[in-house]
Structure formats: C-alpha cells, structure tokens
C-alpha cells in the first residue's frame, strides 16, 4: 500500500534538458516537501509547499522550480539540467492535524545529468 | 551549525546487543521522526512522536521536549537492522539530522 509514489526510480537526463520528477500521494495530506541527498551532506531541502498553490524556498532552491495545482501532486522542474544537479531526489508528505499526525516518503528518484 | 545532531555518526555492534542512537534539536518543534534508510533504498517512517514513549517491537523511541532530545534504542540488534537512521524534526517544515550509519554483525 504505497502511500507516496514518486514517478521513476531512476532517470538519465542530459545538460539542459527540462526535467520533471513528480510526487503523488493519496492521504490528503496538506504539506509536501522535495529534498535531494547527498553523500556528506544529508537531506536537503529543496522546497515545499503547505497547500494548493502555495510554495516555499527551502534551503536550495537555486536551479529548482515547483508546482502544486492539485493537493496530491508536487513536481519539482528543472529548468535546465545541470550535472551538479546529479543527486537521488527525496518526495515527502505530511499532516499535523491531531490523531492523524504522520509523514511518509518516497522511494526517492535518482537522477543522473550526462 | 545544524537545526538537527546526531550521535553517533557511525556504529557498529554485534548481534544482540542493546544499541542507542541520539538526537538533539534546536528548534521548537510540533513532532519528531525516526526514520530508517536501508542501502539503495527509500526511507522508511519508524516512529513519529510528539511526547513520552513510542514502542515497536525491539524498537524504542523516547523525546524529552523540554531538553530537546529523543533517543532511539534497539533492543537484541540483529544484522537486519543495519541501516542509516536519521532524526527528523516537524516544525514549519521538516529538517534532517545527517544520520547514523548502524551495522550490525553476525
């Protein structure tokens, strides 16, 4: 029972290409979240969103772009694929709300610019 | 320095032992998650907790709110249970520690 689906484990992409890694989930969670990882550097947060339509930087959001138009999905674009964006791309999704308090993950996607 | 440490960053044990991982926070918070990590793998929710004492089978999890601090212990460690295990903090949105490299042998 997969709660957060992310749409390919694994991707190739070359220099300046527009890609989209997209993130579903179907709790109805509220807030969405995208990280990327590194090795020596942990999960960083790329950008996050608390509803439809709204959007935050996190702590990297240069070169990253987002969209939520429908409270299950969050995509995260980049505009132009560079190969320091080579990294295994992390989708999580959240709620606060009382007994329902929980936050699942992805299976993460890892991307690999050429 | 980071919002999230913790402690150790490498771990080793042999099977059967009693093993604890800390996390310590900055931050307020809303709730705390551990977290699992298995090599190539997606992340796995253990626990989110908020207050006091979650239990799972040989997993434990304990936050103390007022010193911002929570521990994870495992209890008779099996090699199965070497992962990375990373501390993560809900606030207005949510922050990871770096994790801990645990492994378990035979």
């Known amino acids: 029972d997969v709660k957060v689906t992310q749409s390919s484990r694994y991707l190739v992409k070359r220099t300046g290409e527009k890609v989209f890694l997209e993130c579903v989930q179907d709790?109805?969670?509220?807030?969405m979240f995208w990280y990327r990882q590194d090795p020596g550097l942990g999960l960083r947060l790329i950008y996050f969103s608390y509803d439809v339509k709204m959007k935050e930087k996190g702590d990297i959001p240069e070169g990253y772009s987002v969209s939520r138009e429908k409270k299950e999905r969050f995509s995260l674009i980049l505009e132009s694929a560079s190969t320091n964006q080579t990294s295994m791309y992390l989708c999580?999704?959240?709620?606060?709300?009382?007994?329902?308090?929980?936050?699942?993950f992805g299976q993460g996607t890892r991307l690999t610019v050429v | 320095k980071n919002e999230v440490e913790q402690s150790p960053q490498n771990l080793t044990a042999q099977e059967g032992e009693f093993i604890t991982i800390n996390c310590s926070y900055s931050v307020g918070i809303s709730a705390l998650h551990w977290l699992q990590q298995h090599p190539g793998g997606g992340i796995v929710s253990l626990f989110m907790?908020?207050?006091g004492k979650k239990k799972h089978g040989r997993l434990i999890a304990t936050i103390n709110i007022q010193e911002k601090h929570s521990s994870l212990h495992i209890t008779a460690s099996h090699p199965r249970d070497s992962a990375v295990y990373i501390c993560a903090v809900s606030a207005d949105d949510m922050r990871f520690g770096a994790g801990t490299r645990l492994t378990v042998k035979p």
């Open positions: 709790m109805d969670h509220e807030n």
């Open positions: 907790l908020s207050s």
């Open positions: 999580a999704s959240r709620t606060l709300q009382g007994v329902r308090a929980e936050a699942f």
